[in-house]
C-alpha cells in the first residue's frame, strides 16, 4: 500500500530561522509527492509537486522540497521562516495505478513560527 | 478563475439527522473528489467523479454516506443518518481529469474548496 508519513505533529522554529517538515513515503515504482499548505478554515493549497527530474523542487512563498530516493524522503525547507508560515502542512502521495490521480496525504504537521 | 465553491460552510445536527453539502468545482474540470479530514487527522478520500461517473468510492460508508454528480459538473454529498463520529471537514475538490493534461503536466494538482464542516451532537 501506498502511504506517507509525517513523524512530527509541530514544528516550532523562530522567524528569520530556517524550517523543515519531514515528510517519508512508501510507495511502489516512482513516486508522484506533493505538498500542501491548510490556514485556519480554509480549504487545502498546493505548494509544491515532485514528478520527475531535479531532487530540489521549488513552489510557492518560498518554499522548496528535496526528493531523496534512498531514504525514501521529501522533506519541505524554507531558508527563512515567516510568522505567516504558520500553519497545517500536510505532504501527500499519488498512487500509480489505475485511472485517478487522487492523493493520500499524510496526518499532517502544524508549524508554529515565533516572533 | 473561480475557484471550488462548496456550501454550506457550517451544520450542526444531532445524531440521526441527515444532512448534504454541495460542491461546484473549476469550470471545465472533470474530475471531482469528496475528502473527510477528521480533526487531527489528514483527509481521507470518501470519493472519486470522473465527469458523472464513479472511479473509486472504496471507503465511502455505503449505508450512510451517498454522492451524486449526475450532470458531470456539480456534486452532493450526503449523511443520512449521521452519527457523532461523522463530525469532521468535509473538502471537495477538483482537477482536469486524465488524458491530454495528465502528459503534459506530468501529474493534475487537485484544487480544493474551502470545506463544510460538520458537528454532529
Known amino acids: 500500500a501506498q502511504s506517507v508519513a509525517q513523524p512530527e505533529d509541530q514544528v516550532n522554529v523562530a522567524e528569520g530561522n530556517p524550517l523543515t517538515v519531514k515528510c517519508t513515503y512508501s510507495v511502489s515504482g516512482n513516486p508522484y509527492l506533493f505538498w500542501y499548505v491548510q490556514y485556519p478554515n480554509r480549504g487545502l493549497q498546493f505548494l509544491l509537486k515532485?514528478?520527475?527530474?531535479?531532487?530540489l523542487v521549488k513552489g510557492s512563498y518560498g518554499f522548496e522540497a528535496e526528493f531523496n530516493k534512498s531514504q525514501t524522503s521529501f522533506h519541505l525547507k524554507k531558508p527563512s521562516a515567516l510568522v505567516s508560515d504558520s500553519a497545517l502542512y500536510f505532504c501527500?502521495?499519488?498512487?500509480?495505478?489505475?485511472?485517478?490521480?487522487?492523493?493520500?496525504f499524510g496526518t499532517g504537521t502544524r508549524l508554529q513560527v515565533f516572533p | 478563475e473561480a475557484g471550488v465553491a462548496q456550501s454550506p460552510r457550517y451544520k450542526i445536527i444531532e445524531k440521526r439527522q441527515s444532512v448534504a453539502f454541495w460542491c461546484n468545482p473549476i469550470?471545465?474540470?472533470?474530475?471531482l473528489y469528496w475528502y473527510q479530514q477528521i480533526l487531527g487527522q489528514g483527509p481521507k478520500l470518501l470519493i472519486q467523479?470522473?465527469?458523472?461517473?464513479?472511479?473509486?468510492d472504496s471507503q465511502l460508508p455505503k449505508d450512510r454516506f451517498s454522492a451524486e454528480r449526475l450532470k458531470g459538473v456539480d456534486s452532493t454529498l450526503k449523511i443520512q443518518p449521521a452519527k457523532l463520529e461523522d463530525s469532521a471537514v468535509y473538502l471537495c475538490?477538483?482537477?482536469?481529469?486524465?488524458?491530454?493534461?495528465?502528459?503534459?503536466?506530468?501529474?493534475?494538482?487537485?484544487?480544493f474548496g474551502a470545506g463544510s464542516r460538520l458537528t454532529v451532537l
Open positions: 515532485y514528478i520527475t527530474g531535479d531532487n
Open positions: 501527500a502521495v499519488r498512487p500509480h495505478r489505475g485511472n485517478t490521480d487522487k492523493l493520500i
Open positions: 469550470s471545465g474540470h472533470a474530475t
Open positions: 475538490a477538483s482537477s482536469p481529469g486524465q488524458g491530454v493534461w495528465e502528459s503534459i503536466s506530468g501529474a493534475n494538482v487537485l484544487t
Open positions: 467523479f470522473q465527469n458523472n461517473g464513479v472511479v473509486d
